[in-house]
């Protein structure tokens, strides 16, 4: 059996893609209601590991894929994304600005009632907080709040929020970014809340913001996270992989997941660092990938999802998981929208 050849545009056809917008103008508390009604897990994680999808990229103007600058600013093309991992594969859930949220909450109501229409049920949804340190900016690391806030997290029914605390000791604007940080972190625990803080130390390199992978750095980074606010109970860092990352999962008794990073060409380097990362210590958890799930160099998002979560929820090798891979790969997709499109 040959691979199945994943088409964005016939995964989400227009003919639903464009009732999103229809529902925004005619039912703007349809959202709401729809995540009200979501059926949500008695906790984070049934098995202490958690496989989860980023999706919050858009809203920092963070949109290059490989070669091609905005290919993540095309929406129709990243929902379809999204819902291909969040409907086809076993992964936990995503996190999403409330953009995204919204829609994929819509498309569940366009989809109707059959079993595939319930694919946001038992999945873990977590609300992206500050993406105002917009890519390139002047104020890029004066990282303000303008996503979801705490309140309206819990309104939506939501399973957590997410922090991004990129800090240079040389701009002043990192001391804002923590000021931010710790109000939330407080909000969080006020609300009994799961936050997951994404500590990363950077530097200027080349006149751009860069992530900086010392492992010294990135130990004293995790130290300053693990400490926000009066109570570290509720907090998950996600972390990136860097050398000796044994030694930086070491420096906190908090969970971790693994972070992706900007689109590569290199899956199989990819599934070799998931490896790597777990069993870099019992407290690395798993995963919260974003560019390089979504959009893969063979395209379809579903084989490196199946591979990441056999990883990480079992504990296959990679050489395992990608010797899998074409078997998942010629997975037909759930027809979403059988009865309604």
Not at 43 to 71: K, N, Q, W, Y
Not at 77 to 104: K, M, N, Q, W, Y
Not at 228 to 254: D, H, P
Request: hydrophobic share 40%; proline share 6%; charged share 30%.
């Amino acid at each position: 059996m040959a691979r199945v050849k994943f088409n964005p545009s016939e995964y989400l056809p227009d003919s639903i893609y464009n009732r999103i917008t229809d529902l925004r103008v005619t039912d703007p508390d349809l959202p709401k209601r729809e995540a009200r009604r979501r059926v949500r897990r008695d906790a984070i994680t049934d098995d202490g590991r958690l496989v989860l999808l980023a999706a919050d990229h858009p809203a920092r103007m963070t949109t290059s894929i490989r070669d091609d600058p905005v290919r993540m600013g095309r929406r129709q093309e990243l929902l379809s994304r999204i819902l291909r991992v969040l409907a086809d594969s076993p992964f936990d859930g995503v996190l999403g600005t409330a953009d995204i949220v919204d829609e994929l909450l819509m498309v569940s109501h366009l989809a109707g009632r059959s079993a595939p229409s319930r694919f946001l049920n038992k999945k873990v949804i977590i609300g992206s907080i500050n993406r105002g340190g917009l890519g390139g900016s002047a104020f890029e690391l004066d990282d303000q709040p303008t996503g979801y806030d705490v309140d309206g997290i819990v309104s939506m029914n939501l399973d957590g929020a997410k922090f991004l605390l990129r800090v240079d000791l040389a701009d002043r604007d990192s001391a804002e970014t923590i000021r931010y940080c710790v109000q939330t972190v407080a909000e969080c625990n006020r609300q009994n809340l799961p936050i997951f803080v994404e500590p990363l130390p950077v530097t200027v390199q080349d006149k751009k913001r860069r992530l900086d992978l010392d492992p010294q750095k990135l130990i004293k980074m995790v130290g300053v996270a693990s400490a926000l606010g009066s109570s570290s109970t509720r907090i998950w860092l996600k972390l990136t992989y860097s050398e000796r990352f044994s030694e930086v999962a070491k420096a906190t008794t908090l969970p971790i997941l693994l972070l992706g990073g900007e689109a590569i060409k290199d899956v199989r380097g990819l599934l070799r660092e998931v490896e790597a990362a777990m069993k870099a210590g019992p407290n690395v958890r798993g995963v919260l990938l974003g560019r390089n799930l979504l959009y893969p160099p063979e395209e379809d998002p579903l084989p490196v999802a199946f591979a990441i979560h056999t990883i990480v929820h079992h504990g296959t090798t990679a050489e395992e998981a990608e010797a899998k891979m074409d078997a998942w790969a010629r997975r037909e997709p759930v027809s979403l929208f059988h009865a309604t499109d």
